[in-house]
């Protein structure tokens, strides 16, 4: 495969590459470099996170795109699989598959192989036509609720995701606020402190969770309490899943990354 790549990529001159600013080795490719390592038939799935798969196979070079991190230019993505699509309009893959099948989603496969692919400007077009919000194709971005009155851990939080420029990140210090602010953002994830000024984390579960146009919310409940009853209490209510407090920052992530199918950014 190296070798019907190069010379436009090395990977092997990439373990020898100039260090990241992070002091790893690291790739640096142009977008045309990188869409044509993500096309090509040799990777299991076809898609930009394969690069990342291999590259950390070559002793984890870090991986940036005209000098911009893996994080970026997903977000900048012109070309979707079924899966990334079927998230993005918030249906199921095998819906996005007979959908192509049937020709109501333009697209084509990868050269070799059985996967398809859905460019920008179509699954822009069908979204539209079968009226399915394009906020999240347009912005690129996932979107996360911080819910907590705690504001040092609250800046903790939003900067480690923003610092993931695929998420974009919204706050509110109360329960009252994070009410208005789900129904008016429709958040993918939340993370809800349950120790609230004015109302219980699991009040705000149920809130949720009574709202069928809710139903995709992902909830991540923090707090320092440790009484197992009261953390299955939460999940009941509606709580994907439970961290007490203190945890690292970097676990919230991975945990954040997980509910939504996401690389988590160590990868990137």
């Not at 911080?146 to 998420?167: G, K, N, P, Q, T």
Request: charged share 25%; hydrophobic share 40%.
């Amino acid at each position: 495969m190296k070798a019907l790549l190069k010379p436009a990529i090395d990977l092997e001159g990439a373990k020898s590459s100039p260090s990241s600013p992070w002091g790893a080795p690291s790739l640096n490719l142009t977008v045309c470099e990188l869409n044509l390592l993500a096309g090509f038939p040799g990777f299991p799935g076809g898609n930009l996170l394969d690069v990342v798969s291999l590259t950390r196979t070559l002793n984890g070079p870090a991986v940036y795109v005209d000098g911009h991190s893996i994080g970026w230019i997903l977000s900048m993505k012109t070309v979707f699989t079924t899966g990334e699509a079927a998230k993005i309009c918030k249906v199921s893959q095998q819906t996005i598959i007979r959908c192509f099948d049937s020709g109501q989603l333009k697209g084509f496969r990868v050269p070799g192989s059985r996967f398809r692919r859905i460019p920008r400007d179509i699954l822009f077009k069908f979204m539209k036509d079968n009226g399915i919000p394009t906020d999240a194709l347009e912005s690129g971005r996932r979107k996360a609720l911080i819910v907590d009155d705690d504001e040092e851990l609250v800046e903790l939080i939003r900067d480690a995701l923003e610092l993931d420029s695929r998420f974009e990140v919204r706050v509110a210090n109360n329960g009252f606020d994070a009410g208005m602010m789900v129904k008016e953002y429709h958040p993918d994830i939340i993370v809800l402190d349950v120790m609230l000024p004015d109302i219980n984390g699991k009040e705000v579960c149920h809130r949720v969770r009574s709202d069928s146009t809710l139903d995709d919310v992902k909830i991540i409940c923090i707090s320092g309490m440790v009484e197992a009853d009261k953390i299955q209490e939460l999940i009941k209510s509606g709580a994907n899943e439970f961290m007490q407090k203190p945890f690292e920052i970097e676990k919230l992530i991975e945990h954040v990354c997980h509910l939504l199918d996401m690389e988590p950014v160590e990868a990137a």
